[in-house]
């Protein structure tokens, strides 16, 4: 019988939990390779990272995660629960439209394609090759993560990608705005103290799946607002798609 994931915590420390939930990740190899034994552990191994402009939208994003599921029973959650507790959520904490189809089209499209690796949804999207790149390597790590990863080691894996993202000259700057967004939700959903301590490498049955879906309801509810032309609700219903993608991993048919 599956349970509420959290029971209830202060308010201090609600703002930097998300939900961890997982199934056994498919087989997708790294386009970087990545040397965990290199990697020092970070000081605070804590989601922030100042120097990333869209960093609120992360801790904004795990918020309405954290309020979305334990609204509900998540022994008899579906797609449209989540909605409905997302909608409450959202209208009692931001001044947009909650668009339900949006975040509906965007539950569905993102459970489809982890068969995938996600490989759909990036290739699809808007993003130039060179822009995918980031995105693939982040996915890249929650799917198939380096063999004894912690989150401070993928806190560091993560912010050293986002400093490249800020850097690079290549990208225009909404391929950057939009990278840094995705790193943001990322690195917030990846942070979760009350399941898996930051300091010790993630249990096999939880993994780092969690973020890579939250991300990609992040692009897909992106790009389908941009292909509608709902320009001026687009990173609204982009956050309300990553919240809701992230809720509909925690459902009963995908177990931990």
Known sequence: MKRKLFALVGVLTLITYSIGCSKNSHEQPNTKKVNVQSITSSTSCTPENSLNPYDHIGEKHNLGVYAVVNDQDLDNGSYQTISNSLSQWWTDNDNSVYDEESAMYTMTTV????????????????????????????????????????????YQMLITAENEII?????????????????????????????VDPYVTASISRGWVTFAYDVMGYIMAYENAEANNNLENRDNLALQGAIAASSCWCLPYNPW
């Open 111 to 154: 459970e489809g394609d982890y068969v995938n690796n996600f490989s759909n949804i990036i290739q699809n999207s808007s993003f130039s090759n060179h822009a995918k790149s980031y995105l693939t390597y982040m996915i890249n790590i929650s799917l198939n993560p380096p063999q004894g990863l912690t989150y401070c080691q993928l």
């Open 167 to 195: 850097a690079d000259q290549n990208l225009n700057n909404n391929e950057r705005s939009k990278l840094l967004t995705a790193y943001a939700i990322g690195r917030y959903s990846a942070y979760n103290p009350p399941i």
